[in-house]
């Protein structure tokens, strides 16, 4: 059986709920208007996630099909708008705005992406009051200006994995990948300590991929892979933070799966620790990846590894 796409998620806004599509285009920042805004504090545009505010994964978000489609990507229709609800909150709807326009001056804001600084467009007081009141504290929303040639808007990757590419708002890469085999064998290792079972979405990947022959764990020897007319390279393997541990429905934090996941796959064990030792304490589960072609993706591609990892 071949490998394919299982699952695609978009994830409009950072830290919050996905939009599962069966079709995306797959841009050079990875799928269209993932991570393309995010929750900032008012005073100091620093960037807020589930680490910061668990409450943000519930959260949904939803956009007009035709704004994920590579036939409709940049053809919105009139009145066009991100739909926003939470529990409790009316909804909130955010015009989608022309990607390449440029921003009027007012509504520039200073934002920080861990060590990244440059600006972003303020969503307005209607958006803030909205975030503010259902997370409790006094928030921004923003939204990124990858096309508008601004050169402060540009988020370059980390150069050591991926020179060369750029990220919106997304932790680090354009894109996260993961396989349905590999949260099938943690799931194993969750039952055998007598922990239930996790679902996908706490790992929030882009792509889920299923079919494995090799097994779980064979994408760690994957480089180059070619999906549906896309071309991918796996560059970082993702180490996982305490986002995992939070239950995406209820926002309850535990422990799981990062005690397991540190009793097999951590850079230690994995032996990746060796010749980098801030991997030591480490776990991971999902790749990051960059784009080396851009094309479309859809649900049932088959994925063909064009190059094994050499390193």
Known sequence: MPVTVKQLNVYPIK??????????ACLGTGLPYDRHWMVVRADNGKFLTQRQIPKLCQ???????????????????????????????????????????????????NVTVWEWSGVAADEGDEAAAWFSKFLGQPVRLVR??????????????????????????????????????????????LSSSGSSPLPMNRFRPNVVLAGFE???????????????????????????????????????????????????????????????????????????AAVLQQGTISVGDTVTVTQPRTA
């Open 144 to 189: 990124h200006l990858h096309s508008s040639g601004l050169p402060q808007t540009v988020r370059p990757t980390d150069p050591e994995f991926a020179p060369g590419h750029a990220v919106k708002f997304a932790d680090g890469y354009p894109l996260l990948v993961s396989c349905e085999e590999n949260l099938q064998d943690l799931n194993s290792h």
């Open 59 to 109: 959260v949904c978000v939803s956009l007009p099909p035709e704004a994920l489609l590579a036939t409709g990507w940049g053809k919105l229709q009139p009145g066009a708008a991100l739909v926003v609800s939470a529990p409790g909150m009316s909804q909130l709807q955010v015009p989608l705005t022309d990607p390449a326009a440029p921003a009027a001056p007012a509504q520039l804001k």
């Open 214 to 288: 090799g097994g779980a764990w064979a994408d760690d020897a994957w480089g180059d892979v070619a999906v549906g007319s896309v071309q991918l390279s796996y560059v970082k393997p993702c180490s996982r933070c305490k986002v995992t541990t939070i239950d995406q429905e209820t926002a309850e934090e535990g422990k799981e799966p990062l005690v397991t996941l540190g009793q097999f796959r951590s850079g230690k064990v994995l032996g990746w620790a060796a010749q980098r030792k801030s991997w030591t304490h480490d776990v991971f589960f999902g790749w990051n």
């Open 15 to 24: 830290g919050c709920k996905p939009v599962t599509v069966e079709s995306a």
